[in-house]
């Protein structure tokens, strides 16, 4: 029997890019050599998850200090003259304060279950957001509590200990294959890909356009 919904947060519940993020990202491009836009925000997310996948267990660091070093890091390659200090502070602004999508408050208010927020993310962006938003979760998992990050599988452990819940008695539903479908099945938990952009889906997996569509 089900007992409890787990939940990604930001690029499920919270919009990844908002428009903080945006400016962001434009910023660097007039202040760099960039090409485009569109190359630094590849660069940006290729470095940020192979940094995170790399800060775990004994490792850890926090979503703060590994978006310092990866601010550092684009800064150097793509010659911006702007303070990696600088653009850390707004882009945490954006973490604390990233738009909701349109389903998200209707579906915490009929859910019958009660749901957990499992993310990537240090503590006080997550509670800035859902306090700036009135969200009421039944708890919040956050990798600088598990000290691992998705899609490494001891958050979701971590999460299960937490909510008292066995992998059968949940599900779980995220935007990202790998970390919110392929990880959290590897410890047995029946995953659900929100899958907005109507994006092809890969055999296997079950997908959902819209929270509102997650029949419990």
């Known amino acids: ?17 908002g428009p903080i993020a945006v400016s962001v990202i434009k910023d660097i491009y007039k ?3 960039a090409q485009n836009p569109e190359e630094i925000l590849e660069y940006w997310w290729k470095t940020f998850r192979e940094k995170l996948e790399s800060a775990n267990g004994e490792n850890f660091k926090t979503q703060h200090e590994v978006a310092l070093e990866n601010f550092r890091e ?4 793509f010659h911006c003259t702007m303070e990696p200090e600088k653009l850390l502070e707004r882009m945490e602004e954006h973490w604390c304060s990233s738009p909701l ?38 708890g919040i998992i956050t990798s600088e509590e598990a000290k691992y990050s998705k899609p490494r599988k001891e958050i979701f ?8 819940v066995s992998p059968e008695e949940v599900i779980h539903v995220g935007d990202s294959l790998e970390s919110d479908v392929k990880c959290p099945s590897s410890v047995g938990i029946r995953s659900i890909w929100l899958n907005r952009e109507g994006k092809p889906v890969p055999a296997g997996v079950e997908s959902i356009g819209s929270l509102l569509d997650l029949v419990i």
Do not use: W
């Not at 684009?74 to 390659?77: E, G, K, Q, V």
């Open 1 to 17: 029997m089900l007992k409890a919904i787990f939940m990604d947060f930001y690029g499920t519940a919270a919009m990844e890019i």
């Open 157 to 164: 452990l971590y999460a299960l200990k937490k909510a008292g």
């Open 74 to 77: 684009l800064a150097r390659h």
């Open 101 to 138: 999508y349109d389903d998200v408050k209707e579906f915490l208010q009929n859910c019958s279950l009660p749901v957990y927020f499992v993310t990537n993310s240090d503590n006080r962006y997550i509670l800035e957001e859902i306090e700036r938003y009135s969200l009421h979760p039944a």
């Open 31 to 33: 202040n760099s050599k």
